[in-house]
Structures are given as structure tokens and as C-alpha cells.
């Protein structure tokens, strides 16, 4: 993600509450948005976001399987928040929240060649999610995560993430 200017999420507090505030407050700097602002990389960037998503629509109308993935990781590309961010994308580019959930989950398990996870059948290992709001109907309701299971295990509350945003 380019950082053209203040992001919204920038105030959002499960975003705060985790994030390296040194990285952002570099990113908040006015000086460094302007640089960002101007720079040619930056706004061919912003192009071919805009291709890529027309791309991803077009793709998925054809049948082409879709496997979630994203840069976070890196500093500015803040892991565990840019996923939400990268659904949201997916849902502006038409895709539905079957589709998303489908690609962050049995279509991304199955590009890894990882059979035994992905989706929840016999004789595959548990990893799941609860939420208190349908992600089925909006894909921004996976925000309302109430808890995570990994191996048909609940993972302790103290254990969860603590920056995921929620509704």
C-alpha cells in the first residue's frame, strides 16, 4: 500500500494498538506524504491497483480460482490489519463474500498444495473462525472475530491477536 496521504485507519485503535507507532509516525509525517505525493512510482502504483482489480473480476467471472494473498509483513504493511484491508479491495472489485472467504481459505490451501486444511470436512485439520456478525452478508463483518480454533482447539483469548479491528 501506497501512503499518499492520512490513511483512515491511522486513527482506527485496534490499528494503533499494535502497530509500530515509530513506522507511523514516519508515515504520518507531511514531508514524507508530499515525497509519496509526487513520486512517479507511487502514482503508477495507484494505476495499476485499479488495473489489478478489474483484472481480479474479470478473472473470477471467468472461473479462474482465486487464492488470497498479501504483502503484509514488511514495515508499513502491517500484518494481521492488511488482510481485512485486502477483503475490502476484493469486495470494491465485485467480488461477492463467498468468493473472498473461498480464496482466504480453501482456494489459498489448495494453491499450497495444503490438502489437509482449508475448509472444515472429515478428516481435515479444525482451524476456524467465529464471528459475531455474518461475514456471508459483508465481508467487513469479519471484523467482529469472537474467536479463533486451531486444531478444533479454542485459542485462549490471551493469545489472539489484539489489533483486529472490529465493527
Given at each position: 500500500m501506497i501512503f499518499l496521504?492520512?490513511?483512515c485507519f491511522f486513527s482506527?485503535?485496534?490499528f494503533i494498538k499494535e502497530a509500530d507507532l515509530d513506522v507511523l509516525k514516519e508515515l504520518k509525517d507531511p514531508t514524507k506524504q508530499k515525497r509519496m505525493a509526487q513520486n512517479?512510482?507511487?502514482q503508477q502504483y495507484k494505476k495499476a491497483l485499479e488495473t489489478a482489480s478489474k483484472n481480479l473480476k474479470i478473472l473470477s467471472d471467468a472461473g479462474v480460482s482465486i487464492a488470497f494473498g498479501t504483502d503484509s509483513g514488511p514495515p508499513a504493511r502491517f500484518q494481521g490489519y492488511f488482510e481485512y484491508i485486502e477483503m475490502d479491495l476484493m469486495a470494491k472489485a465485485g467480488l461477492g463474500p463467498y468468493q473472498i472467504l473461498l480464496s482466504a481459505t480453501g482456494n489459498a490451501a489448495r494453491c499450497l498444495q495444503l490438502y489437509e486444511v482449508g475448509t472444515l470436512s472429515a478428516g481435515k485439520w479444525a482451524?476456524?473462525?467465529v464471528f459475531t456478525k455474518s461475514p456471508w452478508e459483508n465481508i467487513s463483518n469479519t471484523r467482529s472475530l469472537e474467536s479463533?480454533?486451531?486444531a478444533?482447539?479454542?485459542v485462549p483469548a490471551r493469545d489472539m491477536p489484539t489489533n483486529l479491528?472490529?465493527?
Open positions: 496521504s492520512s490513511q482506527d485503535p485496534f512517479k512510482a507511487a482451524d476456524f473462525n479463533v480454533w486451531v478444533g482447539n479454542r479491528p472490529t465493527s
